[in-house]
């Protein structure tokens, strides 16, 4: 590969060629002295000084290779450690102008130009090696000799590429200098070696191939085992409904970050989780998946196999607990209003990174006016200190509330813990006075 002084050496190779092309053809015997530059073309015709007679190549764009950037495999892994180092491939663009004071002098240059580059359209390893031998002692001279051009895997080929008037006029417009005769060229690939280099793995000791045909778990409900169709909380059994769900291969049912060993049903292709033994999942709406490992290796060890489709699940959090301290009251229009803080004890501990509302709706409101409604937001994380990841009760503060008794809900990342309905057929608890 290419160290990253390549790109200065293709310009350092164009342009040595093109200088030993003029010269083998005897341009200037015709036109003159001929200078040969590799730089920004408003620079080569300056205002208030004559025209020069010169060939100027000006890289004007570096474009990665589209060809090299899709080939192999990802440079890392699912953890973001290197694996592999690909090289960085770029088309390098050229801008080849001719400037000449007299007539037809800059035709000329063009003409002879163009055919030393289509010449030369592939430089080879050899000719870059010569074009690139230093004239005079410097660092950068010795930096481009051992840039590395020659010995890279493809070789740099140049290709005359078409460019619009219009696109050429917004060209010489950010130049800022009047347009002269120019012809652009791609030269491709360019492969710069990146300094990083991948974690190199053993190779394999043995080899081992075996067939297996695959039965993909399919689940088509979750919910309740006695009614689907009923809200489940964090404290129920799961019941997980489908097709080829197989408890006896080792199914493991993952719902959200965690994974439990599942119960099979006497029911066929029915798992069943207890969400209230550990590992014990937090309240919100959470994706069901079922996996069927497949033992593997030597020794055997079990591997992620096959996945089932994901099944969305509302898992309703618990309210254990819950009460207000008023710190400060004040009346307004005949109602009085208090401020203060809502502790909130939940049964499965609720984390810091969760969104968290309270929900408080009035109870036994008279019937001249509608029932009063809150939503209060938990505070940033929680209230929780930077030391806590999840605790089961957290404190939330209000800000006038009517005084009065308030049914509560606790909604964690949207799924709302459920009320309890009291002998006359109305909610009745979770229960809190204000």
């Not at 408003?42 to 190549?57: C, F, I, M, S």
């Not at 652009?184 to 081992?208: C, F, H, N, Q, W």
Request: charged letters at 20%; hydrophobic letters at 45%; glycine letters at 8%.
């Amino acid at each position: 590969m290419s160290t990253p002084f390549a790109i200065a050496g293709v310009t350092a190779v164009l342009r040595q060629l093109v200088v030993e092309g003029l010269a083998l053809d005897k341009a200037g015997d015709a036109v003159g002295t001929i200078g040969v530059s590799a730089g920004p073309p408003d620079l080569v015709a300056k205002p208030g000084q004559p025209e020069p007679t010169r060939v100027n190549l000006y890289l004007h764009q570096v474009t990665p290779n589209a060809a090299w950037r899709n080939l192999g495999l990802p440079g890392r892994d699912s953890g973001g450690d290197l694996v592999s180092a690909p090289p960085l491939a770029f088309t390098l663009h050229y801008l080849v102008t001719t400037f000449a004071a007299e007539m037809f002098v800059a035709e000329v240059l063009l003409g002879h130009t163009l055919r030393i580059l289509g010449e030369n359209a592939v430089l080879t390893r050899e000719a870059v090696r010569r074009a690139l031998v230093p004239t005079a002692a410097s660092p950068l001279a010795t930096a481009l000799e051992n840039c590395g051009l020659a010995d890279q895997i493809e070789l740099v080929k140049l290709t005359p590429t078409a460019v619009a008037l219009e696109d050429m006029s917004r060209i010489w417009s950010a130049f800022q200098a009047h347009y002269r005769t120019t012809v652009a060229y791609e030269a491709s690939v360019v492969l710069i070696d990146p300094r990083a280099k991948g974690r190199t793995a053993l190779p394999a000791t043995a080899r081992a191939v075996f067939g297996e045909t695959l039965a993909l778990p399919e689940i088509a409900r979750v919910g309740l085992a006695d009614d689907p169709s009923a809200a489940v909380t964090t404290e129920d059994t799961l019941a997980i409904a489908g097709l080829r769900l197989l408890a006896a291969s080792g199914a493991v049912v993952r719902i959200g970050a965690t994974d439990h060993a599942p119960a099979s049903d006497s029911r066929a292709h029915i798992l069943n989780v207890d969400l209230a033994a550990a590992p014990r999942p937090r309240a919100g709406v959470q994706s069901v998946t079922v996996i069927h490992p497949r033992q593997m290796g030597d020794p055997a060890t079990a591997h992620e196999g096959v996945f089932s489709n994901a099944a969305a699940l509302i898992l309703r959090p618990v309210v254990n607990t819950v009460s207000a301290a008023n710190s400060a009251t004040r009346t307004i229009d005949g109602i009085v209003y208090a401020d203060g803080t809502l502790t909130v004890t939940a049964a499965r501990a609720i984390g810091r990174d969760q969104r968290v509302e309270v929900l408080l709706n009035e109870r036994g409101a008279p019937a001249s006016r509608p029932p009063r409604g809150y939503a209060i937001a938990a505070p940033a994380a929680n209230g929780l200190a930077e030391s806590v990841d999840e605790a089961a009760q957290i404190a939330i503060p209000y800000r006038a509330i009517a005084r009065g008794d308030y049914l509560v809900r606790l909604r964690i990342d949207g799924a709302e813990s459920l009320l309890t309905p009291g002998g006359d057929g109305r909610f009745a608890t979770p229960l809190v006075t204000i």
